[in-house]
């Protein structure tokens, strides 16, 4: 959704933990499960309100996104340095944050209502020495400016942001080379794959391989696409704009107005 909610208010009671996942919530989170409650809650009641979560998934906010996102930690090593692009309510990135307190988590986010929305929710779960908020697009992360050096990181994830060969486009940057890309994806993983995996190799990664996270433990399992940067490819510099036979560069004129 991407409007404010309007009719009743939400009931923070849908962000309780049934009874069938605590078994796994605990497994997953440890003695940080409060923290995960605590986020659970502010995603049914400010998320939905913000336009971040619709009302029909409060009922399923700990098997659909909580728990869903936080397998995914078996995928990524210790004291990992993570960037979650297109975080929006902060799955996956603030689920791991919370389930891996050795992990130094940055989101971007370039919408400015799901910003402030983050930027309020790493305040309120006491995560600010860990975890960053980073206003922008994944491209002007990666490209940095003259006052912010670029953005790098171990493990890159997305989830439901795009195909996997603009995901490519957008996170192989963001990651160092030997890291890798953790893309959160649905029932059609094993189609992008095949049609994506050149794209992937042209933009310097290795195959994409499919792995099913949280086996055991929540069902269905996560399904999450990997890739290793193996190569850093350089970005196709804009051509200057060609010169008329007057010496005046095409677009010129426009800017003179």
């Given at each position: 959704?991407?409007?404010?909610?309007?009719?009743?208010?939400?009931?923070?009671?849908?962000?309780?933990?049934?009874?069938?996942?605590?078994?796994?919530?605990?497994?997953?989170?440890?003695?940080?499960?409060?923290?995960?409650?605590?986020?659970?809650?502010?995603?049914?009641?400010?998320?939905?309100?913000?336009?971040?979560?619709?009302?029909?998934?409060?009922?399923?906010?700990?098997?659909?996104?909580?728990?869903?996102?936080?397998?995914?930690?078996?995928?990524?090593?210790?004291?990992?340095?993570?960037?979650?692009?297109?975080?929006?309510?902060?799955?996956?990135?603030?689920?791991?944050?919370?389930?891996?307190?050795?992990?130094?988590?940055?989101?971007?986010?370039?919408?400015?209502?799901?910003?402030?929305?983050?930027?309020?929710?790493?305040?309120?779960?006491g995560l600010t020495r860990s975890v960053r908020v980073?206003?922008?697009?994944?491209?002007?992360?990666?490209?940095?400016?003259?006052?912010?050096?670029?953005?790098?990181?171990?493990?890159?994830?997305?989830?439901?942001?795009?195909?996997?060969?603009?995901?490519?486009?957008?996170?192989?940057?963001?990651?160092?080379?030997?890291?890798?890309?953790?893309?959160?994806?649905?029932?059609?993983?094993?189609?992008?794959?095949?049609?994506?995996?050149?794209?992937?190799?042209?933009?310097?990664?290795?195959?994409?391989?499919?792995?099913?996270?949280?086996?055991?433990?929540?069902?269905?399992?996560?399904?999450?696409?990997?890739?290793?940067?193996?190569?850093?490819?350089?970005?196709?510099?804009?051509?200057?704009?060609?010169?008329?036979?007057?010496?005046?560069?095409?677009?010129?004129?426009?800017?003179?107005?």
């Amino acid at each position: 959704m991407d409007g404010p909610v309007t009719g009743a208010a939400p009931d923070p009671a849908d962000a309780t933990l049934p009874p069938e996942l605590a078994e796994a919530a605990r497994a997953l989170f440890g003695d940080r499960l409060d923290l995960a409650a605590a986020y659970a809650e502010l995603l049914a009641t400010e998320g939905v309100l913000r336009g971040l979560i619709g009302p029909r998934e409060t009922p399923r906010l700990w098997d659909r996104h909580l728990l869903n996102c936080a397998v995914v930690a078996e995928r990524v090593p210790a004291d990992a340095r993570v960037i979650d692009v297109g975080s929006g309510a902060g799955l996956p990135g603030l689920v791991l944050a919370i389930a891996r307190p050795d992990l130094t988590v940055t989101l971007v986010e370039p919408l400015a209502r799901r910003v402030a929305f983050l930027v309020e929710a790493v305040q309120r779960l006491g995560l600010t020495r860990s975890v960053r908020v980073f206003r922008g697009r994944a491209d002007e992360a990666a490209a940095g400016s003259r006052d912010r050096d670029p953005l790098s990181a171990d493990i890159v994830t997305a989830r439901a942001v795009a195909p996997l060969d603009r995901l490519a486009g957008w996170c192989l940057p963001l990651t160092v080379p030997g890291g890798r890309l953790l893309a959160l994806k649905g029932a059609s993983a094993a189609e992008e794959i095949a049609e994506h995996a050149d794209a992937v190799t042209r933009l310097g990664g290795g195959e994409p391989t499919l792995h099913r996270c949280g086996t055991g433990l929540i069902e269905p399992a996560a399904t999450v696409v990997e890739v290793v940067r193996e190569r850093v490819v350089n970005p196709k510099k804009p051509k200057a704009p060609k010169r008329s036979r007057g010496g005046r560069r095409r677009g010129d004129r426009n800017r003179d107005r």
